[in-house]
């Protein structure tokens, strides 16, 4: 398995990837363009459950544009973190379909715990996450485990 980067430079080469494929990829932003469908990739060290309700209820995000901003609506966003998931996010999205089919969650923390596992909950549609996954799956080796079993397992999510 090839050495995996930190999650910042992950997100910068799956960028280039995505901009390779002809999507839109604003230079300073963590956001890609597909057929006027925003997919937003947020990468954080540790997800707070308060910070997390309030920023999935937004469904815009700021691009900076040379010296100013335009707003755009989000379709889909994605958090990417290689700390593990708190359980209260887990359940956040679990109970709200609706939130569930815009939202994923990339929990990275095993691949640097030596296991090429990604424990991830994607119910979205989301073109982008789909090659985020097949990224991750080609370049890195990297498994998925569906992150509610994890729920159930000795390898209990952190509060």
Same mark, same amino acid.
């Given at each position: 398995?090839?050495?995996?980067?930190?999650?910042?430079?992950?997100?910068?080469?799956?960028?280039?990837?995505?901009?390779? #494929?002809?999507?839109?990829?604003?230079?300073?932003?963590?956001?890609? =363009?597909?057929?006027?469908?925003?997919?937003?990739?947020?990468?954080?060290?540790?997800?707070?459950?308060?910070?997390?309700?309030?920023?999935?209820?937004?469904?815009?995000?700021?691009?900076?544009?040379?010296?100013?901003?335009?707003?755009?609506?989000?379709?889909?966003?994605?958090?990417?973190?290689?700390?593990?998931?708190?359980? #209260?996010?887990?359940?956040?999205?679990?109970? =709200?379909?609706?939130?569930?089919?815009?939202?994923?969650?990339?929990?990275?923390?095993?691949?640097?715990?030596?296991?090429?596992?990604?424990?991830?909950?994607?119910?979205?549609?989301?073109?982008?996450?789909?090659?985020?996954?097949?990224?991750?799956?080609?370049?890195?080796?990297?498994?998925?485990?569906?992150?509610?079993?994890?729920?159930?397992?000795?390898?209990?999510?952190?509060?």
């Amino acid at each position: 398995m090839p050495i995996f980067p930190e999650v910042w430079e992950l997100i910068e080469t799956f960028k280039a990837q995505c901009s390779r #494929k002809g999507w839109k990829v604003p230079e300073n932003e963590d956001v890609v =363009d597909v057929r006027g469908e925003c997919h937003h990739l947020i990468w954080t060290q540790h997800i707070y459950p308060n910070t997390f309700r309030k920023v999935v209820k937004k469904s815009c995000v700021a691009i900076r544009e040379g010296i100013s901003y335009r707003m755009v609506n989000v379709s889909y966003t994605a958090w990417i973190s290689p700390e593990c998931i708190a359980e #209260k996010i887990l359940h956040v999205l679990l109970e =709200d379909p609706d939130l569930s089919s815009k939202v994923a969650i990339y929990d990275v923390s095993p691949v640097y715990e030596g296991e090429p596992i990604c424990l991830k909950m994607n119910r979205t549609k989301s073109i982008v996450f789909e090659e985020f996954e097949k990224f991750l799956s080609e370049e890195y080796s990297i498994r998925f485990k569906p992150i509610h079993e994890v729920l159930r397992s000795p390898r209990s999510v952190q509060p």
